[in-house]
């Protein structure tokens, strides 16, 4: 889950709002 965890940090980093459409990206991310 480390890929999780970077995107996770490009967000934070980024400073952008953490909202269920972020985690809903990542899910497509982990279908691809």
Known sequence: MR???LYLNILK???L???IE???MANNLHLV
């Open 3 to 5: 890929w999780y965890q």
């Open 13 to 15: 980093r980024d400073k």
């Open 17 to 19: 709002p953490w909202h």
């Open 22 to 24: 972020d985690v809903s």
